[in-house]
């Protein structure tokens, strides 16, 4: 059965560090493109970072440049985000995505998606 279970958020300091996984099953997902979305309160979704099976540059936003890091380990087919620097604007619930398409600017997502960690920073 194809699923993402994410794990790892929870209650951080800013300036502080957390860092989420996601677990992909499956050889579909495992295999494609994944990554990662958050949505705060009231705000709408928005793209946080993606990386391919393959390598190659990962595509990260602008809002987080320089202080997350996506990263994978496709032995376990299991996505990494190591958030640094953390901010009460980073609070949000995150969610793990696979299926994506992304460029350097850009990440548009898929079909699948966990079912969401939260994260608060608090000040």
């Known amino acids: 059965q194809e699923q993402l279970v994410e794990s790892g958020g929870g209650l951080a300091q800013a300036g502080g560090s957390l860092r989420l996984s996601c677990a992909a099953s499956?050889?579909?997902?495992?295999?494609?493109?994944l990554g990662w979305f958050r949505q705060a309160p009231g705000k709408e979704r928005e793209s946080v970072a993606a990386?391919?099976?393959?390598?190659?540059?990962?595509y990260t936003a602008d809002s987080v440049k320089g202080r997350f890091t996506i990263s994978r380990d496709n032995a376990k087919n299991t996505v990494y985000l190591q958030m640094m620097s953390l901010k009460p604007e980073d609070t949000a619930v995150y969610y793990c995505?696979?299926?994506?398409?992304?460029?350097?600017?850009?990440?548009?997502?898929?079909?699948?998606w966990g079912q969401g960690t939260p994260v608060t920073v608090s000040s």
């Open positions: 995505n696979a299926l994506g398409y992304y460029t350097a600017t850009h990440y548009l997502p898929g079909h699948y």
């Open positions: 990386i391919s099976a393959s390598g190659g540059v990962p």
């Open positions: 499956g050889r579909t997902l495992s295999s494609s493109v």
